[in-house]
């Protein structure tokens, strides 16, 4: 039976356009400006671009051209993709095609979902094209094909068990022409999981798992004796970056199962909380970086790894840089994935700093008391919230959007798991908040050496917009609250803003058409913090917005 079934409402005309997305167009995703074929603008996961025919000498200018709904209530979290004058769009219920001039719809499919899902359906990243088809996950860990002129389920499979505890959000990527997803459920009895599948047939090539088994390299990092590995979590609910150079995928892992290390005997649990760098054609290892040993704070490492090529005490290095949930930003040589530098870019209290010599943190007694059974406040919960942050070369600046909220965590009595039962082992809560405290900060930071350039403080609501860099010397993003912005790169001042009809929670992009730059950001309140937190003060509901400079 399909999991997704073509709605078929194909409403005017279609383009005359070419549909075949090469493996070369998606390595040089970024020089057709017509164009934007994978997320966050690029294999290289910058969220950056060059264009500036809207900067901050003309962006009070910037008006709405086009909006349409996007007929859904659960989240607007992924960013759109373009090819050939086509927006793809997805969601939680449906995948769109919509004329970028004109913000028409072209066509329109419905997920259908297997019975018996309860999770409120959502999707990070973005719609994945490549060679005619538009790839994406559905919450019922299903990965399909869909044809990009006119929406038909091409393949359609499933690699997991919602009632084992797997769930899916992530964007998936295509990289040297094997089609990469993760998967999600890392507070659940799960062992993660990243599958190739054959793009043109929907035939799983490889799976690597994030939990080695007995006897395979790191296992030694897991009880003896023991199953615990079987359920040890590592989910992989971001999506990867890639270097074609090099042909490695880097993709990041998530917390250890269960929070509490008892069953895992306080071990680092590889290859939990991790940046996996491995061939996409096998799904070979060829290095890795463990970003948290032994995570018990629900850190994870699933965030992008941006790559850029920067001077290294003189030397030009190929890095990924990582702004972790523990509060670090690391850079990395992704040649071999080992440490060059590492700062705290909010609030931490759970290490003082990174040992550079071995990359490991430098723990407080907020461990051992948390071990002893101590309720612990722990900063941070997060350092952002799992949205994409943003690299200028130019400037040489990461823009992100942080959190200043803390987790107040303790240790719960032991119980034998339930498979597809949540499994953290401990009791948490995050502390009243009063009006006027302040949530978070729009920030841009030096990756190298930690330097904040300017700080900009985000009160009563945190953000779960992701950044958007771009020559004109502009960054956008967004609030909880519906505001689109844009903020100056060399200060943080706000330049521009414009109120959507919802919450801001996905990532902008900007690009060309008929010669005209256009940026477009989904609206639509969803993800499990943000509804937590703005779900009383704003309303639901999806669309997608196209602003481009108003004439003089």
Request: proline share 6%; charged share 20%.
């Amino acid at each position: 039976m399909k999991r997704i079934w073509l709605c078929a409402l194909l409403l005017g005309f279609w383009p005359a356009l070419g549909l075949s997305q090469t493996t070369e167009e998606l390595v040089n995703d970024g020089k057709n400006a017509e164009n934007v074929t994978t997320q966050s603008m690029g294999y290289d996961r910058k969220s950056y671009s060059p264009l500036k025919q809207i900067n901050k000498s003309n962006v009070k200018r910037l008006v709405p051209i086009w909006s349409t709904s996007l007929m859904n209530d659960q989240g607007e979290l992924a960013a759109p993709t373009i090819y050939s004058g086509v927006m793809y769009v997805i969601n939680g219920q449906w995948t769109f095609a919509i004329d970028v001039e004109t913000g028409k719809q072209i066509w329109r499919t419905p997920v259908e979902l297997e019975s018996g899902i309860q999770r409120n359906a959502f999707n990070r990243g973005a719609a994945t094209i490549y060679n005619g088809k538009l790839f994406r996950v559905t919450i019922d860990n299903h990965v399909l094909a869909l044809d990009m002129e006119t929406g038909k389920v091409l393949w359609n499979q499933k690699f997991a068990d919602f009632r084992d505890g797997y769930y899916a959000t992530g964007g998936p990527i295509i990289a040297n022409g094997v089609l990469i997803s993760g998967v999600s459920g890392g507070e659940s009895t799960t062992r993660g999981f990243l599958d190739g599948w054959d793009p043109d047939t929907g035939k799983r090539l490889w799976r690597r798992y994030t939990i080695p088994a007995p006897g395979e390299p790191g296992s030694e990092t897991w009880p003896k004796n023991s199953d615990a590995w079987t359920r040890g979590g590592g989910p992989t609910w971001r999506s990867g970056s890639y270097d074609p150079q090099l042909d490695l995928v880097y993709w990041g892992t998530g917390n250890a199962e269960p929070y509490d290390p008892r069953p895992r005997e306080d071990l680092d649990s590889l290859f939990t909380s991790s940046v996996l760098a491995i061939r996409p054609k096998t799904g070979e290892l060829v290095c890795y970086f463990q970003y948290t040993p032994n995570d018990i704070y629900d850190v994870d490492a699933t965030d992008e790894n941006v790559l850029a090529d920067i001077p290294v005490d003189g030397q030009l290095r190929k890095v990924m840089i990582q702004a972790n949930k523990n509060g670090f930003m690391y850079v990395l040589d992704r040649t071999n994935c080992k440490l060059i530098a590492a700062h705290p870019y909010v609030k931490v209290n759970w290490a003082t700093g990174i040992d550079l010599s071995t990359g490991r943190p430098v723990l407080t007694d907020v461990h051992k008391r948390f071990l002893a059974g101590e309720e612990v406040e722990i900063w941070p919960s997060r350092g952002t919230n799992a949205v994409p942050i943003a690299f200028n070369p130019n400037t040489g600046f990461v823009y992100a959007s942080t959190w200043n909220v803390p987790r107040i965590q303790q240790l719960a009595p032991q119980k034998p798991p339930v498979i597809g039962g949540a499994s953290t082992g401990v009791h948490s809560r995050f502390p009243e908040t009063q009006q006027g405290d302040v949530f978070g900060h729009f920030v841009a930071i030096n990756p190298l050496t930690g330097e904040k350039k300017w700080e900009v403080p985000l009160t009563d609501l945190p953000s779960s917009a992701g950044m958007l860099a771009t020559g004109g010397g502009l960054v956008f993003t967004g609030k909880l609250t519906g505001e689109f912005i844009a903020l100056d790169e060399n200060t943080g001042k706000t330049l521009w803003q414009f109120k959507t009809g919802s919450s801001v929670n996905s990532t902008a992009i900007t690009y060309t058409h008929k010669g005209r730059q256009y940026v477009t950001i989904a609206s639509g309140l969803g993800g499990i913090l943000a509804t937590r937190y703005a779900a009383r003060k704003m309303p639901t509901g999806g669309s997608v917005w196209t602003f481009a400079l108003m004439a003089e």
